[in-house]
Every structure is written in structure tokens, then in C-alpha cells.
T-cell receptor, first 112, second 116 residues
Framework: KQEVTQIPAALSVPEGENLVLNCSFTDSAIYNLQWFRQDPGKGLTSLLLIQSSQREQTSGRLNASLDKSSGRSTLYIAASQPGDSATYLC???????????FGRGTSLIVHP | DAGITQSPRHKVTETGTPVTLRCHQTENHRYMYWYRQDPGHGLRLIHYSYGVKDTDKGEVSDGYSVSRSKTEDFLLTLESATSSQTSVYFCAIKATSGREGTDTQYFGPGTRLTVL
């Protein structure tokens, strides 16, 4: 059974800090990995998707990397802002499966 | 948001009553999913569909059934609601795009169900 671990489970930082959120997965036959953001009481919003053939993807202040050999992905948030406060989840798909495996998320609070 | 809507957005019902949640998409995606999200458990897959009338069970399918008679609609039914089914329910689709067939999952806004 595939598993995804997200560390830390919760994080509270002052505004302006650069952050790294971690996602570890157990299956090296990864097809892609997706990062999501979830605001309280809302659905999941797709942030970045990395294919297995890629090493990283960037969108604005967000950068996601993928290291298949170590089974890890990191989400880097530059110059954090209070508006970044949310829960961040990662999910990966293995080849031949259409059922992604989700982590439980990292709850981020950025205080002014 | 890939044109995904869920209805109702909020529902309170009593134990033993049937409940149907609807997920509607506007972009003809083949794959659709129903999840529930609970504190301490994260997202758990209930059922998914890979085409009209083609569905399969997820990890927490007991007590739930689904139907997909049209590409755009995926219904989740609780035949006899129980308090343990109090949760937030999310619908999702898988969108395939680009020459490499990149698969991206998109979620609906959720339905908050309370079973008293």
C-alpha cells in the first residue's frame, strides 16, 4: 500500500520567511506528484504538478521539486505572506493507476 | 476549478434517512471521484468512476453507492445515513492535457453533511 508522509504536520512562522514543506512517498514507480492548497472550509486548489520526468516546477513564489530516488518532494515558499496561511497537501500517482495517494497535509500559519 | 459544482453545499439530516449528493462537471472529463475528509483521517476515497456506468470502490465504500448515467454527473448516495457519515464530501475530476497526457486532479467546493 502506498503511503505519503508530510512533515511537519503544522508550522507557524513570521511573515517574510522562506519555507520548505516536505512530502515523502513510498513507491518509486511514481507517475506524477501534485501539490494542493486548502483554505479552511474550502476545497483543494491545485498549485503545482510535477511529472516523473521533471525535477521541479515553479509558479510565482512557489517551487516544487521531485527526487524519485529518495522518495521526496519539497514545496518551497519564498517570502511567506499571511495570505499563504492554509493547509498544503501533496498527492502522488503511480504508473497505471488513476487513484492518487494523499498525504494528510501541513497546516501553515504565517503571522504578520 | 475545472467547472465542478456540488449540491447541496450543506445538509443536515437524520439517522436512517437516504441522502444523495450530486457532482456536476462541464468539461466531459472521464474520471470522477468522491472523497470524504475528516479530522485525523485526511482525504479518503469512497468511490470513483472511469466512464458512464463504470464505477469502482475506494477504501471507505461501505454504506455508500454511486451512479453515473451521464458524463457530467456523478451521484453519491447514502442509503441509510449514520452519524459516522457526518463529514465533508468532495468531488474531484482528473483532467488530462497536453501532448504528454499530463493528469491533474481538480476538486469541487465540497458538501458539508451532518447526520443527527
Amino acid at each position: 500500500k502506498q503511503e505519503v508522509t508530510q512533515i511537519p504536520a503544522a508550522l507557524s512562522v513570521p511573515e517574510g520567511e522562506n519555507l520548505v514543506l516536505n512530502c515523502s512517498f513510498t513507491d518509486s514507480a511514481i507517475y506524477n506528484l501534485q501539490w494542493f492548497r486548502q483554505d479552511p472550509g474550502k476545497g483543494l486548489t491545485s498549485l503545482l504538478l510535477i511529472q516523473s520526468s521533471q525535477r521541479e516546477q515553479t509558479s510565482g513564489r512557489l517551487n516544487a521539486s521531485l527526487d524519485k530516488s529518495s522518495g521526496r518532494s519539497t514545496l518551497y515558499i519564498a517570502a511567506s505572506q499571511p495570505g499563504d496561511s492554509a493547509t498544503y497537501l501533496c498527492a502522488f500517482n503511480i504508473g497505471g493507476s488513476y487513484i492518487p495517494t494523499f498525504g494528510r497535509g501541513t497546516s501553515l500559519i504565517v503571522h504578520p | 476549478d475545472a467547472g465542478i459544482t456540488q449540491s447541496p453545499r450543506h445538509k443536515v439530516t437524520e439517522t436512517g434517512t437516504p441522502v444523495t449528493l450530486r457532482c456536476h462537471q462541464t468539461e466531459n472529463h472521464r474520471y470522477m471521484y468522491w472523497y470524504r475528509q475528516d479530522p485525523g483521517h485526511g482525504l479518503r476515497l469512497i468511490h470513483y468512476s472511469y466512464g458512464v456506468k463504470d464505477t469502482d470502490k475506494g477504501e471507505v465504500s461501505d454504506g455508500y453507492s454511486v451512479s453515473r448515467s451521464k458524463t457530467e454527473d456523478f451521484l453519491l448516495t447514502l442509503e441509510s445515513a449514520t452519524s459516522s457519515q457526518t463529514s465533508v464530501y468532495f468531488c474531484a475530476i482528473k483532467a488530462t492535457s497536453g501532448r504528454e497526457g499530463t493528469d491533474t486532479q481538480y476538486f469541487g467546493p465540497g458538501t458539508r453533511l451532518t447526520v443527527l
